[in-house]
């Protein structure tokens, strides 16, 4: 199997995994969201106030789904949505209730930020498909701002996942945990300066179909 992958080809092995072999998409989001958890327990992170950005679609439904297991694991965690709350996708949906019964709730005030000891970029993975602007842009402005480590969920929020190039802006990670295989986007032009060191979770459930 090849080791770098497209946005195109990730969503055709994330779609034949749960439309064909049937595994929940809510299934492969704790399982990407339990890669992000053990990466960050296993690494040299200050958990005393931790913030998890989170845009409205299955990125940002992985970042509730995070704010949730390290508040389990014992970690002050904060929830701050950014974008258009009408586009709320289902698993995202799905994951704000689920964090409404461990108390985590979701704010929009920013000010948040700049105490953070450490962020997590969940506002937009792979399904980034045109330039970041207006409160995206602004969040991310702020994020690159505060000196705090920087953890992104799947690929760093701005970053083209097959080009690599900077979006207009693109959160700059202190590492990145990428889901089932390494993206190309994250190996050429920009990818690895805002990537940072790329995490591999490789183990997540992803079942990846070579007919294409
Ligand atoms: N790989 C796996 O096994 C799994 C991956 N998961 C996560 O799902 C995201 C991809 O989620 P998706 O909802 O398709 O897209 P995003 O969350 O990246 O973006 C949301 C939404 O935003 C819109 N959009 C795109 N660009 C912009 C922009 N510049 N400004 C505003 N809005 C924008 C667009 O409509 C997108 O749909 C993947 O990265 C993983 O984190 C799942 O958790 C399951 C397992
Ligand atoms: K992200």
Redesign the pocket.
């Known amino acids: 199997m090849k080791h770098l992958v497209t946005a195109e080809q ?2 055709h ?2 779609s034949y ?1 749960i439309n064909t072999i049937k595994i929940p ?1 809510m299934v ?2 704790e399982r ?1 969201s339990l890669a992000v958890r053990d990466f960050i327990l296993s690494g040299n992170f200050d958990l005393t106030n931790v913030i998890v950005v989170a ?8 970042g509730l789904c995070v704010a949730r297991l390290l508040k389990i694991a014992g970690a002050t965690v904060r929830v701050v949505s950014v ?1 258009n709350s009408e ?1 709320e ?1 289902t ?1 995202h949906a799905a994951q704000r209730k689920i964090c409404q019964y461990y108390h985590i709730d979701l704010q929009t005030a920013t000010e948040a930020l700049a105490d953070a000891t450490l962020i997590v970029d ?1 506002i ?10 207006g409160p ?1 842009e602004q969040i991310i402005n702020a994020i690159n701002a505060v000196n705090a480590k920087i953890v992104a ?3 760093p929020s701005g970053i083209n996942t097959d080009t690599g190039e900077v ?1 207009n802006v693109a959160v700059k990670a202190t590492a990145t945990v990428t ?2 295989f390494n993206k190309v986007g994250l190996t050429v032009a920009a990818g690895p300066t805002y990537a940072g060191q790329v995490e591999v979770a490789a183990d ?3 079942y990846a179909v070579d007919d294409n």
């Open positions: 990730m969503k092995f994330d995994t998409s492969l989001m990407a845009g409205y679609g299955n990125n940002g439904g992985d974008g586009h996708s698993e969940a937009f993975g792979i399904g980034i498909d045109r330039p970041i602007a995206q969920v799947d690929v979006m889901f089932a997540m459930g992803t």
